[in-house]
C-alpha cells in the first residue's frame, strides 16, 4: 500500500500575515495539497472522482503548531495513510521547513459521500485496487 507521499510549497506572500508568518488557516489548504497530489500520485484525479459522484468532505482536522512559517520558506509537507480505508480514511501529516525543523504536525479524516445523497459510502473498489 502507497501509504506515504511528500510534496513542497514555497510559502507566498499571499499566505501571511502583516508579520510574514503563515496564517494558521493556510494550513489546511496544505494538507489539502498533499491529499490531491498523493491521489494524483496514485493514479487518481480528483476531479474524476467527484465527476463520478464521490466526495471527500473533511470530517476532522487536527493541527499542533510547533513553529512558525514565514515568506519564502520552502515547506515540505509528508502524507501519511494511516489504515487501509473504509467509510472513512484517515491521514497524519508533518511540514517542516527548509533547516528540517518541524513547522506542524497533523491530523485529517475524510469521509467517503455520495454525491447525489450526501450519505455515506465505502471507498471505492478502484482506490482500493491502488493501494
Same mark, same amino acid.
Not at 3 to 9: E, F, G, W, Y
Not at 68 to 74: E, G, K, N, P, T
Not at 75 to 94: C, N
Given at each position: 500500500?502507497?501509504?506515504?507521499?511528500?510534496?513542497?510549497?514555497?510559502?507566498?506572500?499571499?499566505?501571511?500575515?502583516?508579520?510574514?508568518?503563515?496564517?494558521?488557516?493556510?494550513? *489546511?489548504? =496544505?494538507?489539502?495539497?498533499?491529499? %490531491? +497530489?498523493?491521489?494524483?500520485?496514485?493514479?487518481?484525479?480528483? $476531479?474524476?472522482?467527484? @465527476?463520478?459522484?464521490?466526495?471527500?468532505?473533511?470530517?476532522?482536522?487536527?493541527?499542533?503548531?510547533?513553529?512558525? *512559517?514565514? =515568506?519564502?520558506?520552502?515547506?515540505? %509537507? +509528508?502524507?501519511?495513510?494511516?489504515?487501509?480505508?473504509?467509510? $472513512?480514511?484517515?491521514? @497524519?501529516?508533518?511540514?517542516?521547513?527548509?533547516?528540517?525543523?518541524?513547522?506542524?504536525?497533523?491530523?485529517?479524516?475524510?469521509?467517503?459521500?455520495?454525491?447525489?445523497?450526501?450519505?455515506?459510502?465505502?471507498?471505492?473498489?478502484?482506490?482500493?485496487?491502488?493501494?
Amino acid at each position: 500500500m502507497e501509504k506515504t507521499n511528500k510534496i513542497n510549497i514555497r510559502v507566498r506572500y499571499s499566505e501571511t500575515d502583516k508579520m510574514g508568518v503563515v496564517y494558521h488557516g493556510n494550513y *489546511a489548504q =496544505y494538507l489539502e495539497i498533499a491529499r %490531491v +497530489e498523493w491521489l494524483r500520485a496514485l493514479g487518481i484525479s480528483y $476531479k474524476e472522482l467527484e @465527476d463520478s459522484g464521490v466526495m471527500l468532505p473533511v470530517v476532522s482536522l487536527q493541527i499542533n503548531y510547533k513553529k512558525s *512559517a514565514r =515568506y519564502d520558506d520552502l515547506l515540505t %509537507v +509528508e502524507l501519511h495513510l494511516l489504515k487501509t480505508p473504509g467509510v $472513512k480514511i484517515e491521514f @497524519d501529516y508533518r511540514i517542516w521547513n527548509q533547516d528540517q525543523e518541524i513547522i506542524a504536525e497533523a491530523n485529517t479524516v475524510l469521509a467517503f459521500i455520495d454525491g447525489a445523497t450526501f450519505k455515506p459510502i465505502r471507498c471505492p473498489k478502484y482506490i482500493l485496487e491502488k493501494l
